[in-house]
T-cell receptor
Framework: NAGVTQTPKFRILKIGQSMTLQCTQDMNHNYMYWYRQDPGMGLKLIYYSVGAGITDKGEVPNGYNVSRSTTEDFPLRLELAAPSQTSVYFC??????????FGNGTRLTVT | AQSVTQLGSHVSVSEGALVLLRCNYSSSVPPYLFWYVQYPNQGLQLLLKYTSAATLVKGINGFEAEFKKSETSFHLTKPSAHMSDAAEYFCAVSDGGSYIPTFGRGTSLIVHP
């Protein structure tokens, strides 16, 4: 199993550009999450999904969108990038009694 | 609502010394509690979790944590620090079956030779 795979690993965007952060998992987990990590602030939940077709907002959803058309994939969309979205983004998945499985992150810089 | 407070953004210990990382939580229902570790440029990995069974929980790499309901605490300890323990540690809480974890701000563990 590959676990949780995030692409790209790094990206630099200009203000106002858009992009999609990809996340896929091969463990048949029904829960999936997007977090952002900023220095000294821990992880903040952006969006989560409890299964295909179902998504919900977390603590900091503004400026982001998600979709969950399949169990495996949970992409995060930034429509109009802003400097405040400079962060490290982590995707995670979960099912049953397992721990959260994290991807290795996407480091995004908006200039 | 649930929240987590980790006391101390940085903890520095000598190799071989006791490690103590503090975590206090608030939750309106019996909580599930977790400690995760993050090594540089990696995602988080589970160290241990409490889900209402034994109050003393043993995890990987010699770490353990004790759930104390009266103190709303879940501190992480290790008797003897190793250089390889240097990392960022996160405490997290979720309200039982909701499994939407809330993370603390993290504590960076520094281990001196």
């Amino acid at each position: 199993n590959a676990g949780v795979t995030q692409t790209p690993k790094f990206r630099i965007l200009k203000i106002g550009q858009s992009m999609t952060l990809q996340c896929t998992q091969d463990m048949n987990h029904n829960y999936m999450y997007w977090y952002r990590q900023d220095p000294g602030m821990g992880l903040k939940l952006i969006y989560y999904s409890v299964g295909a077709g179902i998504t919900d907002k977390g603590e900091v959803p503004n400026g982001y969108n998600v979709s969950r058309s399949t169990t495996e994939d949970f992409p995060l969309r930034l429509e109009l990038a802003a400097p405040s979205q400079t962060s490290v983004y982590f995707c995670a998945s979960y099912k049953g009694d397992s721990p959260l499985h994290f991807g290795n992150g996407t480091r995004l810089t908006v200039t | 609502a649930q929240s987590v407070t980790q006391l101390g953004s940085h903890v520095s210990v000598s190799e071989g010394a006791l490690v103590l990382l503090r975590c206090n939580y608030s939750s309106s229902v019996p909580p599930y509690l977790f400690w995760y570790v993050q090594y540089p440029n990696q995602g988080l990995q589970l160290l241990l979790k409490y889900t209402s069974a034994a109050t003393l929980v043993k995890g990987i790499n010699g770490f353990e944590a004790e759930f104390k309901k009266s103190e709303t605490s879940f501190h992480l300890t290790k008797p003897s620090a190793h250089m390889s323990d240097a990392a960022e540690y996160f405490c997290a809480v979720s309200d039982g079956g909701s499994y939407i974890p809330t993370f603390g701000r993290g504590t960076s563990l520094i281990v001196h030779p």
